[in-house]
């Protein structure tokens, strides 16, 4: 896997959240250099975007509790595949199940699953790296509230969590805690999880539609193999740079890197929607053009840096990349 995203409804729920909360939106998402039309866009975004989101968040509201608070406003999980994949379920537990199967297209960071043993029954995220960083908190306190409203809201209040771990070891009060969550808090334990009974897995759901089901599941697999083209062109991109300066990237020599045929690459990145010279023609132009405006390199090693054998062949390309001449650019950039 490439680098790590998010499905777009993670970061728009956190604008609405912040939107509901009263919360000075525009500020919040100018520290975190997000752009409002990301927010409002249906491609994924880097999970750098979300670490980047809380920071600004807890520093612009001066609440050291703001994902426990901003997930009391988060609007309700609606309308995306997931969801309609566990409605379509006859119960909870299918529902459930069903979803954890597919969460990938929530989050790459996201690696739920659910345990019941012992007479236990919980859903835990795994133990995880930097538990303590202020992020982890701040998305897991608020990733519980959207889950519980989700799943009381299917269980039609049925659903009640019985007690909550979480893997960071400085929290909010344990009666700020009750109020939100209506239960018991934990911190400082080996991995975050959700304790319920497990009883409610047999709970049947009101809104199940089983002849609709296949559709949703075949609609959820689809969007999964769309996530693995898109780590496909990501990683053709890691290999043409580290293969760019010696001068031999080719789609055969990229292929044999990532062991595939070359064939098989062309045909996976076709049905991206893209090709092996499009990837290529674009790294070149980002490369060039970061190197024109951020550095004092000069244009024959910028040439070499990008991979051409030839300066002319350099100068047509960027010619038609940008309708300028590398000169230009950079004159034009470092004004």
């Known amino acids: ?128 790296r930097f538990a303590d960083s202020i992020v982890n908190r701040h998305f897991s306190e608020c990733a519980i509230s959207g889950v519980l409203r989700f799943f009381k809201f299917i269980t039609e209040g049925a659903f009640h969590p019985i007690f909550i771990d979480f893997n960071f070891s400085e929290g909010a009060p344990e009666d700020e805690y009750f109020r939100v969550y209506g239960c018991p808090v934990s911190l400082g ?17 009101w809104q199940a539609e089983p002849e609709l089901l296949q559709l949703h599941e075949q609609l959820a697999i689809e969007k999964l193999q769309e996530l693995a083209r898109y780590d496909l062109v990501g990683e053709v991109r890691r290999a043409i740079g580290s293969t760019l300066e010696s001068g031999e990237t080719t789609l055969e020599t990229v292929a044999a890197q990532l062991n595939i045929t070359p064939r098989r690459l062309r045909t996976q990145l076709s049905e991206a929607n893209t090709s092996f010279q499009q990837i290529l023609s674009d790294y070149r132009c980002r490369l060039a053009k970061r190197l024109l405006a951020n550095t004092g390199e000069s244009v024959e090693r910028i040439v070499y840096l990008t991979g051409f054998s030839e300066p002319s062949t350099f100068y047509r390309a960027f010619k038609r990349w940008t309708n300028e001449t590398p000169v230009e650019y950079r004159k034009r950039k470092q004004r």
């Open 1 to 128: 896997m490439g680098q790590l995203t998010d499905a777009s409804v993670v970061l728009r729920f956190g604008y609405q959240a912040i939107r509901r909360a009263g919360l000075p939106t525009e500020e919040i998402l100018t520290k975190a250099g997000v752009a409002l039309n990301q927010v409002d866009a249906n491609s994924r975004t880097p999970v750098s975007a979300q670490y980047a989101f809380w920071v600004a968040a807890e520093e612009v509201s001066k609440d050291p509790d703001i994902g426990l608070h901003l997930g009391e406003h988060l609007p309700l999980y609606r309308g995306q595949v997931i969801e309609h994949l566990f409605i379509s379920s006859e119960t909870f537990g299918e529902g459930l199940k069903r979803a954890l199967a597919y969460q990938r297209l929530i989050s790459d960071v996201f690696h739920a699953k659910l345990v019941v043993e012992d007479g236990r029954c919980y859903l835990t995220n795994g133990e995880q």
């Open 189 to 205: 334990q080996k991995e975050t999880r959700l304790y319920f009974d497990a009883d409610i897995l047999n709970y049947p759901l």
